[in-house]
């Protein structure tokens, strides 16, 4: 079989539609990284466009991904990043800072302003057709799960039989719990499996959790027998091996949420909980950062976060923060909350880990797989419980922080020496797949 890695670069492409990178945003990047700088066999890429799959060659490729890495900032300093700096200044007191909620924009509009901007700044045009130019036998990479969903992104791989697509999927989650996110969400998720069972040879997916939900949803599909590779996501190289702040950031105790608010991840639990910590503390109560943006923009937490005279100084939103001004803001918290109602990994809890700092998460299984016993864990709808918990984090525990010295975070490298043998082994059966689903 050969050796050549074509891998989809769809999601980093219009990923600067948002001005910072999201977990799966990183993950994408990280497996991009991997195959165009370090993979020894050969590589190409791909861009999947409403009027075909486009044909790049490696440097083009590396182009892109140098140009995404410069427009999210994830080359620069904590200090560089004005959503930092703003942030550690409320943090420090400072009078007046606001740091608001990226503004809205038109989806469709915000992504076709990414692909040129991509494009442009890369100084690239298109490349040829995907079909015509991608070497015969590649193994197809599609990590960034956009265009799962629209056979017409996949048609491509109709007319080449010869090669050998791996997806990698999160979770079922809007299958598995619809109250919690919009109906098109629902509908979404159910065509990439459906998606998946037509064409993918294999499958990647973050947790065992994950991988019973999503092989339960393929056998309803008809494909029992896919190939799936269970491998725990590490953290950015930018969480591990870094040196941290000399101290906290800020004269206030502070916790950190990550996610965006939409009804699933449960801000609401934290948010009641902050408004009894205020009342009944003052102006002596910790500070909650939420970094994420607003998915939901008529939700009761985003209602809490606009007209709450009780929150109004003890509760910040940040959406567009660095990677690197994650790392630091993280470094200094006093425990990462995640109070999530479903999940299919949680990577902000290795991200938290990996810089010491404790986490407090809901007691579902795909948490408990990624914090292992390091981890507090909660039943999501134990509000007395949270109260307990993050008030006793909020003094400071050399006991509790030197448990945390134990963990030992995975590496890019561990984490790709199980994935590229799966890779490699994906080159069996899918021509045979297509002509039975086409009779």
Same mark, same amino acid.
């Given at each position: 079989? !050969?050796?050549?890695?074509?891998? %989809? ?16 945003? @990183? ?6 990284? @991997? ?11 791909? $861009? ?5 799959? =486009?044909? $790049? ?13 410069? $427009? ?25 800072? !606001? ?19 991509? $494009? ?14 991608? /070497? /015969? ?26 090669? =050998? ?10 299958? %598995? ?9 629902? %509908?979404? =998720? ?43 996501? /590490? ?122 700092? /404790? ?36 003094? %400071? ?43």
């Amino acid at each position: 079989m !050969s050796s050549c890695i074509a891998i %989809d670069l769809t999601r980093l492409a219009i990923g600067p539609a948002w001005t910072t990178p999201r977990g799966i945003d @990183r993950v994408d990047l990280a497996y991009a990284d @991997r195959f165009l700088q370090h993979w020894r066999g050969d590589c190409v890429a791909t $861009l999947s466009l409403p009027w075909g799959a =486009h044909f $790049l060659d490696r440097d083009r490729a590396v182009r892109i991904l140098r140009t995404v890495e410069r $427009l999210w900032g994830e080359t620069t300093t904590p200090a560089e990043d004005p959503c930092y700096t703003k942030v550690r200044a409320y943090l420090n007191g400072e009078p007046s800072i !606001s740091v608001m909620p990226e503004p809205s924009r038109s989806k469709y509009a915000a992504i076709s302003a990414a692909v040129a901007n991509i $494009l442009r700044g890369a100084g690239i045009p298109l490349g040829a057709s995907a079909i015509r130019k991608v /070497p /015969p036998h590649s193994v197809y990479v599609n990590t960034g799960q956009i265009g799962i969903a629209d056979s017409r992104l996949l048609g491509w791989l109709n007319r080449r039989a010869d090669i =050998h697509p791996v997806f990698m999927l999160h979770d079922t989650i809007p299958i %598995d719990y619809p109250e919690h996110v919009p109906v098109v969400s629902r %509908d979404y =998720h159910q065509k990439m499996i459906v998606n998946a069972a037509r064409y993918a040879q294999g499958l990647i997916v973050t947790t065992r959790a994950a991988e019973g939900d999503i092989r339960r949803e393929l056998a309803l599909n008809g494909r029992s027998d896919m190939a799936i590779a269970a491998a725990p996501l /590490p953290p950015s190289a930018a969480f591990v091996g870094n040196e941290l702040p000399a101290e906290r950031i800020g004269n206030t105790p502070y916790f950190v949420i990550c996610g965006a608010i939409e009804p699933r991840k449960n801000h609401l639990l934290v948010l009641n909980v902050w408004r009894e910590l205020v009342r009944k503390q003052g102006a002596a109560a910790p500070k909650l950062v939420i970094v994420g943006r607003r998915w939901n923009t008529g939700s009761e937490a985003v209602r809490l976060l606009e007209r709450s005279p009780l929150l109004a100084d003890h509760v910040i939103e940040i959406a567009g923060l660095s990677t690197p001004g994650l790392v630091q803001l993280l470094a200094g918290a006093q425990a990462l909350l995640m109070p999530s109602f479903a999940e299919g990994f949680g990577l902000p809890i290795v991200e938290a880990l990996s810089v010491g700092t /404790p986490v407090i998460a809901s007691n579902i299984p795909a948490h408990m797989e990624a914090g292992g016993r390091f981890a507090t864990y909660l039943s999501p709808i134990d509000g007395i419980g949270w109260m307990r918990a993050i008030r006793e984090h909020v003094r %400071d525990n050399p006991a509790r922080r030197a448990a945390l010295d134990g963990y030992l975070p995975a590496t890019w490298d561990d984490y790709f020496r199980r994935i590229e043998p799966f890779l490699m082994a994906q080159g069996e059966g899918r021509a045979e797949r297509i002509r039975a689903a086409a009779e």
